[in-house]
């Protein structure tokens, strides 16, 4: 009897889907799969500014997956079939599955209403929603279900790991719960680094091409509160930010953007804060790529109460597949096959066992982040990624000093033949003359950080800007004499100043005071080697 209901559901699902199915077509597009999406127009966007594969199809097979809303059906189903709820989908959210035949899968999903026919002889999923807060809740899982299927199948292997991509270089940062891979991944963010981007924060796929490959399973960024603060970001924790930077169509969904980590003292439990792709694109101007090839992996693990940070090379053959093992995903219990589409069982050995033929390409190491971490964080992505070798790199780092990375914007001014200077009192420059500016703060866009610096460290509020122009500097001594390995990044505009210097002593949090430096005359060793680029360039 079951059966013949299940069977005469999953044609009233089709019927509903043929009648109504939309015309626009959207790719998302891997190595493994084609996923060809018609939904309702207002999801489209929302869809892709989240699952941020590319919209060219690849060589792989292409699977189609249609949705349209219907309230009749949802009502009609739960009466015809009545159904015993089972555990399938994600965090453990009540569900219903019936295979029918070798072919079909009948799911059906009571938190977001929503009926799923799943056809591995059509290549096809067909969805109808009772509204468009489940389908895309729903279609956003299968699209990532049907990539994650057949990557699985064909020989990939999930890791847990935040990673990002930089000029096709992949860095992965992985490591237990809270040993700071999401901090890893805002620090990377916040970098301002040229030509970045995000490829995930939480799962991803290893697999080998040319060499050692990684793939996107696009995913929300859950940032603990403590990394905000640590990165400047307590705005995030304001429902200001979210309805500024794109959240808002979310938040009508009336979808959860924190997720709370205990529910033993609901007024106290702490959270992680949901930040969406297309928030941390227009908040922080950052992008997002679906693959790269790995050039590093690095276990880290927090240190906070130690001032540095420390870096170790694993050399050793077995190690190196022990780390890569004990990261592997064989285990997805909030992510089981609930479409069913998985043939082959997670093997990591397949990719594990291959990791010596790429012994020289990719660097493998451990990392104990002391509290210069975001710093350290942001100088090993900006080592790696750049166009040396990465073995050559992981000697180098090792051996010490680790690098680390500082970006800011800067201000040109230039009166009488004087540029206008500013005392540095900490950092690399410490005692030099430099330009005056600084970093953005979270979330801040490159001119506002520009003004406010000029107000907090030459006293002036009324300036005019023109273009700025990127830089990018190593230095590899301090005042000091002390050996180090700064890479320093940013962006210099020319500046006019409206309004007259402050006649008070101005001090920042790394600088004493200003003063006009005469170019023609005056003794550029006391000059920053900013300032000096500024001036020869």
């Known amino acids: 009897m079951v059966d013949a209901l299940s069977t005469g559901i999953v044609a009233r699902v089709r019927q509903t889907v043929n009648t109504n199915e939309y015309s626009r077509c959207e790719i998302f597009a891997s190595p493994f799969a084609n996923v060809s999406v018609q939904t309702h127009p207002t999801l489209t966007p929302l869809l892709r500014s989240q699952v941020y ?183 995030v924790l304001k429902p200001e930010f979210h309805y500024q930077h794109g959240a808002m169509a979310y938040l009508l969904l009336d979808l959860p953007l924190t997720e709370k980590l205990s529910t033993d003292d609901e007024s106290s439990a702490p959270a992680k804060v949901v930040l969406l792709p297309e928030e941390m694109r227009r908040a922080l101007d950052t992008s997002f790529s679906a693959e790269g090839r790995v050039v590093a992996i690095i276990e880290s693990k927090l240190a906070l109460d130690e001032p540095h940070s420390r870096f170790e090379l694993v050399l050793d053959a077995d190690e190196r597949a022990n780390l890569v093992r004990r990261n592997a995903l064989t285990n997805w219990t909030n992510h089981p096959d609930w479409l069913g589409l998985i043939t082959t ?130 230095v590899d001594f301090n005042t000091a004499g002390e050996s180090i390995d700064f890479h320093h990044h940013g962006a210099v505009a020319d500046v006019h100043l409206w309004s007259a210097l402050s006649e008070r002593e101005m001090s920042s949090s790394d600088t004493n005071g200003w003063e006009w430096f005469d170019i023609g005359s005056d003794d550029r060793s006391r000059l920053s080697p900013l300032a000096r680029l500024v001036l020869d360039g």
């Open 345 to 474: 069982p997670p093997r990591e050995e397949s990719v594990i066992g291959r990791l010596q033929e790429v012994a020289d390409d990719v660097v493998m190491a451990r990392l104990r982040v002391g509290r210069d971490g975001i710093d350290v964080t942001r100088g090993l992505i900006a080592a790696f990624t750049s166009s040396k070798s990465p073995i050559e790199l992981g000697t180098t780092i090792a051996a010490g000093p680790l690098p680390t990375y500082h970006f800011g914007v800067y201000a040109r001014i230039v009166r009488n033949g004087r540029l206008l200077c500013v005392k540095k009192t900490r950092g690399p420059y410490t005692g030099l003359l430099d330009l005056p500016g600084g970093r953005p703060e979270f979330a801040e866009n490159w001119e506002d950080a520009l003004r406010r610096e000029l107000m907090e460290e030459v006293g002036v509020n009324s300036v005019s800007t023109a273009g700025c122009t990127r830089f990018s500097l190593h």
């Open 53 to 235: 594969y590319p919209d060219t199809p690849s060589a792989a097979d292409t699977w189609s997956v249609s949705a349209v809303e219907s309230n009749y059906l949802w009502d009609f189903t739960v009466e015809q079939l009545n159904p015993v709820w089972t555990p399938v989908l994600d965090d453990g959210a009540d569900g219903h599955v019936v295979d029918i035949g070798q072919q079909a899968r009948l799911i059906m999903i009571p938190s977001t209403r929503t009926v799923i026919v799943r056809d591995c002889a059509e290549k096809k999923v067909y969805m109808v929603g009772r509204d468009v807060r489940g389908l895309f809740v729903e279609l956003y899982r299968v699209v990532r279900g049907v990539h994650t299927a057949s990557a699985i199948n064909s020989g990939a292997m999930a890791f847990h790991s935040s990673s990002i991509v930089r000029q096709g270089r992949g860095v992965c940062f992985v490591g237990d719960k809270g040993a700071g891979k999401s901090t890893a991944l805002l620090a990377a963010a916040t970098s301002h680094l040229d030509g970045l981007s995000i490829l995930t924060n939480d799962k991803a796929f290893l697999y080998f091409d040319r060499g050692l490959e990684i793939l996107a399973c696009p995913s929300v960024v859950n940032a603990g509160t403590e990394s905000l603060l640590a990165l400047g970001g307590d705005c």
